[in-house]
């Protein structure tokens, strides 16, 4: 369980995140939904131990989150880049850092964008260079994967793509929490189990699918109602 308690965060006077408070129970898709600058990243970066909280805390299975906790956390930010010069070398170094790795998982999905591993990295297209990151993230055996705007930037078929392998992981391993973060509600409707509505710095709602279903046409039509009870004026 990943536990948010009371967490603010500071940015000088600018107020990123203020009282958040989430129990995230282990299994299923999450998608933390809010619009660009809402503090979608500074929550999954308060829970990778890459941000301090400015007041709160904030647990991974108990455990009081530090940076070390990326060895219980398979992380892919919102930065789009493979950092080393080629495809090899970012596989080598990430299965060499981390020894969770399931090889066979992370060279399925790179195998199948039939690309040589020896090219250039920064030769790649934005969506191959996301798959081939989506690849090195889930390829670790956690119990927890963080997907920070996966789809953002992403052209039609290459987002279909992404979509398609996020299906299929989440297929195969069912009991692993896979928490992703976007604007694009509609084309992540389908994944997802639970959605989180954060609106700058708050959290306006938190439940299942199936319940918001239930009342709701779609989630778009959900999220835009918690706009509204929260007094958000467009």
């Known amino acids: 369980m990943i536990q948010i308690k009371g967490l603010y965060q500071k940015f000088g006077t600018k107020v990123a995140l203020e009282d958040v408070n989430l129990d995230i129970t282990k299994g299923g ?3 933390l939904i809010g619009p660009n600058g809402s503090g979608k990243s500074t929550i999954i970066r308060s829970i990778m131990g890459i941000l301090k909280p400015s007041m709160g805390q904030v647990f991974v299975d108990e455990e009081l989150v530090d ?4 060895r219980k956390i398979a992380y892919m930010s919102d930065i789009n880049e493979l950092y080393l010069p ?11 850092l981390y020894k969770d790795y399931n090889l066979e998982v ?3 999905i790179i195998n199948s964008l039939h690309i040589d591993l020896k090219m250039n990295a920064k030769g790649l297209s934005k969506g191959q260079t996301t798959i081939i990151r989506f690849a090195l993230t889930v390829g670790r055996n956690v119990d927890y994967i963080i997907l920070d705007e996966p789809l953002s930037g992403l052209d039609p078929v290459f987002r ?5 392998r996020l299906t299929d992981y989440r297929k195969n391993n069912p009991n692993v929490t ?9 084309e992540i409707q389908d994944l997802l189990d639970e959605v989180i509505a954060i609106y700058f710095a708050k959290i306006l709602a938190y439940d299942k699918k199936t319940n918001i279903l239930k009342n709701n046409k779609d989630l778009e039509s959900w999220f835009k109602e918690q706009y509204v009870k929260a007094g958000i004026n467009f």
């Open 160 to 164: 279909e793509s992404f979509i398609k």
């Open 178 to 186: 896979v928490i992703i973060t976007s604007h694009m509600l509609k």
């Open 106 to 108: 992370t060279m399925d």
């Open 86 to 96: 080629t495809v090899q070398d970012n596989i080598d170094y990430l299965t060499n």
């Open 67 to 70: 940076r070390t906790i990326s």
């Open 29 to 31: 898709i999450i998608g």
